[in-house]
């Protein structure tokens, strides 16, 4: 009954590979995130999707391309991996209706680059 | 623009005594205040928030915070720490005025209770 999950939990791979996460919410939300959390444990947006609509298109590199099949999903997939990507990536939800609604974040996704 | 801030990287309390987490905020129209904690290896949760209204909002887990618009801060709370509070508190402005779904974080500020 997790309300927001991610796969995998970690992920180990080599530079220049593809590699995607994915993203669920079983919780009705009509807006989805994805933040990074780097090594300081600093918080950045990435993308936010509200009703499969890109809404947050902060400034990442292109080799970062979200997808949203539909409402309850939301997956990053990622080209080229280099070293600076490792990072910890959370996906969120919330009910984007109105701007003052929490968000729900799910248990990240461990990047490690090698 | 939006922007938040968290002056402590690291605050020490002894168990049973209050502690306060400290934020303050810039904004253009009014302010969406968010407190998370976020516990080793997991993802963020909620805690409370301010939106509109009386100025002390409780929350979860015994927190509060207390809004005040002159100082623009968002302080976080509580009576009586527990060495389970122990974790990384963010706090996050949304700004009204501005129309976005954005949600701007802090750089976190870890909590540490001792017992």
């Known amino acids: 009954d997790t309300a927001v999950s991610q796969t995998p939990k970690y992920l180990v791979t080599q530079m220049g590979n593809d590699k995607s996460i994915k993203c669920e919410q079983n919780l009705g939300h009509d807006t989805m995130y994805w933040y990074k959390q780097d090594s300081k444990k600093f918080l950045k947006i990435m993308f936010s999707?509200?009703?499969?609509?890109?809404?947050i298109n902060e400034t990442v590199p292109n080799r970062f391309s979200p997808k949203s099949p539909d409402k309850a999903h939301l997956n990053l997939h990622i080209n080229s991996l280099e070293l600076g990507d490792s990072a910890v990536y959370f996906c969120a939800s919330s009910q984007g209706g109105s701007f003052h609604n929490e968000q729900f974040f799910g248990p990240g996704t461990r990047l490690t680059v090698l | 623009a939006q922007s938040v801030a968290q002056p402590e990287d690291q605050v020490n309390v002894a168990e049973g005594n209050p502690l306060t987490v400290k934020c303050t905020y810039s904004?253009?129209?009014?302010?969406?205040l968010f407190w998370y904690v976020q516990y080793p290896n997991r993802g963020l949760q909620f805690l409370l928030k301010?939106?509109?209204?009386?100025?002390l909002v409780k929350g979860s887990y015994g927190f509060e915070a207390e809004f005040n618009k002159s100082q623009t801060s968002f302080h976080l709370k509580k009576p009586s720490a527990l060495v389970s509070d122990s974790a990384l508190y963010f706090c996050a402005v949304r700004d009204s005025g501005a129309g976005s779904y954005q949600l701007t974080f802090g750089k976190g500020t870890k909590l540490s209770v001792i017992p």
């Open positions: 999707y509200n009703n499969k609509e890109l809404i």
């Open positions: 301010y939106i509109t209204g009386d100025n």
């Open positions: 904004v253009s129209g009014n302010p969406y």
